[in-house]
């Protein structure tokens, strides 16, 4: 439409290698208005939902091996163990229904005597004498409550984050060239003594412990997530953050609505966003987290030390299994002698 409209052809780069389209035109005014009306096109695209974030400032949590470990594990018990996510109390009453039966069998068992009971009969109602032990007692097991598997639940291994990518995130990004992403890695660089000196030079640790859900009720999760605390309350890994929210909001790279957003440090541990769908299958949104929430909810996943801040490139792994590090600043890792 551009080209007809502005008697220009416009050249769309076939390649992820090249960053620039090309214009070419009869006049330089028609080549600038075709250049405006494409760039009101991007502006409005990178704004919406249709262009997904590219990169995030991240603080790595999976270098430490005991956490790792615990998500595994975590991930394993979930998928693995159906029946102990469902919270199933008709299972204890069924037993001592059971119990109570087999006393009640034993005890008729035994008795021999003959017992006078009333029977209803057509022509007549006469006495007569029935030897109970001459019946045979029949004994119905309890219907099993049904089961709910992982799948029932709306759980798949796609919803849980890969272990080896467990992080905070500090602030979402979109990147969508490569002068964006150098200005990007050259603003955190840039502010890494100012970061250091939020933290006072001094170390800084978190504590996971518990879950909590972000997005619905427990019976229709999308997010689930162990709440950070920092070590101390000093709040000195928040200030840290906002010194690099406040750079990257000042050169020009976050969008105006992500920049209004109030920071929540959290560990994200399963996302129903992530969930991979095949064809011609009921979109699921949501999980039944009630079941994990109740062995999970009170869980202490440990302590842990702050070590570096990552530009980190969404989709696009290092060898370690980490997202991939464009750029990183260092935390203080020792005390400072007074």
């Not at 009306?37 to 270098?63: C, G, M, W």
């Not at 029977?119 to 089961?147: F, G």
């Not at 990518?165 to 969508?176: C, G, S, Y």
């Not at 992500?258 to 969930?275: E, F, G, I, Y």
Request: aromatic share 6%; proline share 3%; net charge negative.
């Amino acid at each position: 439409m551009i080209e007809e409209e502005m008697g220009v052809k416009i050249i769309i780069p076939t390649s992820k290698e090249e960053d620039f389209v090309t214009i070419e035109g009869m006049s330089i005014k028609s080549v600038n208005s075709a250049s405006e009306k494409i760039q009101a096109i991007i502006d409005e695209t990178v704004k919406s939902r249709n262009l997904d974030y590219s990169h995030f400032i991240s603080l790595p949590l999976a270098i430490h091996p005991e956490l790792v470990n615990k998500l595994i594990n975590f991930q394993n018990s979930v998928l693995g163990n159906g029946s102990s996510m469902d919270e199933n109390t008709d299972t204890d009453s069924n037993e001592d229904e059971d119990t109570t039966d087999n006393k009640e069998e034993d005890q008729l068992s035994k008795e021999k005597a003959d017992v006078a009971v009333e029977l209803k009969v057509d022509d007549n109602s006469e006495m007569v004498k029935v030897n109970l032990s001459n019946i045979p007692i029949v004994s119905y097991t309890p219907k099993a409550s049904k089961s709910s598997s992982p799948s029932d639940l709306g759980i798949d291994k796609s919803i849980f984050i890969k272990p080896k990518t467990f992080h905070l995130t500090v602030l979402m990004l979109k990147l969508w060239n490569k002068d964006r992403v150098k200005t990007a890695t050259e603003v955190l660089q840039s502010i890494s003594s100012k970061v250091l000196e939020a933290l006072d030079n001094q170390p800084v640790s978190i504590r996971l412990k518990g879950l909590e859900c972000m997005k619905g009720s427990l019976a229709k999760a999308r997010v689930l997530y162990a709440p950070v605390e920092e070590i101390g309350s000093e709040g000195r890994l928040m200030r840290a953050c906002q010194v690099i929210i406040d750079a990257y909001v000042e050169a020009g790279l976050v969008l105006e609505n992500d920049a209004k957003q109030s920071l929540k440090l959290h560990a994200t541990v399963m996302n129903s966003r992530h969930r991979k769908r095949k064809k011609r299958t009921r979109k699921v949104d949501s999980f039944d987290a009630r079941g994990i929430f109740k062995q999970y909810g009170s869980e202490d996943w440990g302590q842990y030390l702050i070590r570096e801040a990552h530009l980190s490139q969404r989709f696009s792994f290092d060898e370690n299994g980490y997202y991939h590090c464009c750029a990183s600043i260092p935390f203080p890792e020792n005390m400072l002698e007074e």
